[in-house]
């Protein structure tokens, strides 16, 4: 089964980027998406086909993918976005895989 | 807007089953898919399935094929997620997700979730 490598956590300063990677086999030719998931709520879309926003997500958020990582970005951050990010590929119609999710620390 | 509304927290004893539905509103059902998503306490997330509300047809994860069911309503919108012979393993927050079902489909919205225990 296809696994994706997040980092458990990133610290970061308010104001600061924060960077949070998501390793796999030759991830570079597949589309990632990410999420967003805030303590005691659902995750949300903030990074779809390796790096569009949907509606309603600030521009501060962006996304990369090369090779064998992923990369999700957040410029200018603030204490709201302390938050759980997890990528997401679709390995087959049978199997969504899920990177191990980042703890991101403001 | 687009919406998905699931039901209520359960508690089931081992061995007993739970369904979890999931309610949809703000878009058209039946030209798209609901996959279901659960969260142990203090894990990440494990794709458990989908549905096409188009024809029906369903894609469980291999884990927990025969003991995974999901069906919809499309008279009245719903998803539905059936999990039978439940352990304490199977205790989760389980989440519905919109999905589009097509090649490197992502999931969006989501619903709020429904914590479901198993205790004896």
């Known amino acids: 089964s296809y696994v994706l490598t997040q980092p458990p956590s990133v610290s970061v300063a308010p104001g600061q980027t924060a960077t949070i990677t998501c390793g796999g086999d030759?991830?570079?030719?597949?589309?990632v998406h990410w999420y967003q998931q805030k303590p005691g709520q659902a995750p949300v879309l903030v990074i779809y086909d390796d790096r569009d926003r949907p509606s309603g997500i600030p521009d501060r958020f962006s996304g990369s993918n090369s090779v064998n990582t992923a990369t999700l970005t957040i410029s200018r951050v603030e204490a709201g976005d302390e938050a759980d990010y997890y990528c997401q590929v679709w390995e087959s119609i049978s199997d969504r895989v899920f990177g191990t999710g980042t703890k991101v620390i403001v | 807007q687009v919406q998905l509304v699931q039901s209520g927290d359960d508690m089931k004893k081992p061995g007993a089953s739970v369904k979890v539905s999931c309610k949809a509103s703000?878009?058209?059902?039946?030209?798209?898919?609901i996959s279901w998503v659960r969260q142990g306490p203090g894990q990440g997330l494990e794709w458990m399935g989908g549905i096409s509300a188009y024809n029906g047809n369903t894609y469980y994860a291999q884990r927990l094929q025969g003991r995974v069911t999901m069906t919809t309503d499309t008279s009245t919108g719903t998803a539905y997620m059936e999990l039978r012979s439940l352990t304490s393993d199977d205790t989760a927050v389980y989440y519905c997700?919109?999905?589009?079902?097509?090649?490197?489909?992502?999931?969006?919205?989501w619903g709020q979730g429904t914590q479901v225990t198993v205790s004896s």
């Open positions: 997700a919109r999905d589009a079902g097509t090649f490197d489909a992502w999931f969006d919205p």
């Open positions: 703000g878009f058209t059902f039946s030209t798209y898919g």
């Open positions: 030759n991830i570079g030719s597949k589309s």
